[in-house]
């Protein structure tokens, strides 16, 4: 597939408020193709389009610090309430402590796609620039992009894997009431396809397309997806008998 037609789908998929948020790639490439492309408008488009990045990525990632210590927080109180008793009056609040962690966690992953495929798009038309232009602008931007706030997802990346452990260590812990509660809800929202749970799984696969090796493979793809990392939303999780919560 075409990157302009996966950029497309993918804001497409991604969420409402942050459509306008990605590169304009369609423009970008229309002013390429113009008889006499400016570098200083081009240049100035790009560096307009990693300030808008930049301040989406940085306000986005504030509030996952925020979110993640409140989910914390909540899950804490829980434990403390629960204890070692099965009493289905926590059921309620167990199954939606569960949706606000599936549903932060992908938002994460959302995220993360966010900053791959612009960090994609950018070095995409970088190269279209300089077949056109015949000259040398990819290797020196790059150079700038790699060092912008929008293009670090180290925290995000750990707070996913952190959130996918919770998660393996809390909901065996679960009873078999709430867990049928549960699954229940899970299905119908999976099959309704709308949501966060379809957004998250159309990033993921967008992510392991664009990362994954190939004949075109270079210095500024992307490294391979380790899916083992983010695989959770994309398989049915086994649900074992119930267990004290390690946390």
């Not at 629960?82 to 992953?109: A, L, S, T």
């Not at 020196?140 to 750990?158: G, N, W």
């Not at 009431?177 to 998250?200: D, H, K, L, Q």
Request: with cysteine; net charge neutral; proline share 5%.
């Amino acid at each position: 597939m075409k990157f302009g037609k996966r950029i497309k789908e993918q804001i497409q998929e991604s969420l409402p408020e942050w459509r306008d948020k990605f590169l304009r790639y369609k423009e970008l490439k229309n002013l390429i193709s113009s008889p006499a492309p400016a570098e200083s408008i081009f240049v100035g488009l790009l560096n307009a389009e990693i300030e808008k990045f930049n301040a989406f990525f940085v306000e986005q990632e504030e509030d996952f610090i925020i979110h993640h210590k409140e989910l914390q927080y909540r899950i804490q109180r829980l434990v403390e309430k629960c204890g070692d008793n099965d009493d289905v009056m926590f059921r309620e609040e167990i199954g939606e402590i569960r949706k606000d962690i599936v549903n932060f966690h992908g938002e994460m992953v959302l995220l993360v796609n966010y900053s791959n495929i612009n960090y994609t798009g950018l070095a995409k038309i970088l190269k279209k620039y300089d077949k056109r232009t015949g000259g040398a602008l990819r290797s020196p931007f790059i150079q700038k992009v790699l060092r912008q706030p929008f293009f670090k997802t180290d925290l995000v990346s750990r707070l996913v894997r952190e959130w996918e452990t919770t998660m393996d260590a809390m909901f065996p812990a679960l009873t078999r009431e709430v867990e049928g509660y549960e699954r229940s809800a899970a299905v119908s929202s999976a099959a309704a396809g709308e949501g966060i749970f379809r957004n998250t799984v159309a990033a993921l696969m967008t992510m392991r397309e664009m990362r994954r090796g190939s004949s075109t493979y270079g210095a500024y793809s992307l490294p391979p997806l380790n899916l083992s990392d983010s695989d959770l939303v994309l398989r049915p999780r086994h649900i074992p008998s119930p267990i004290p919560i390690p946390y």
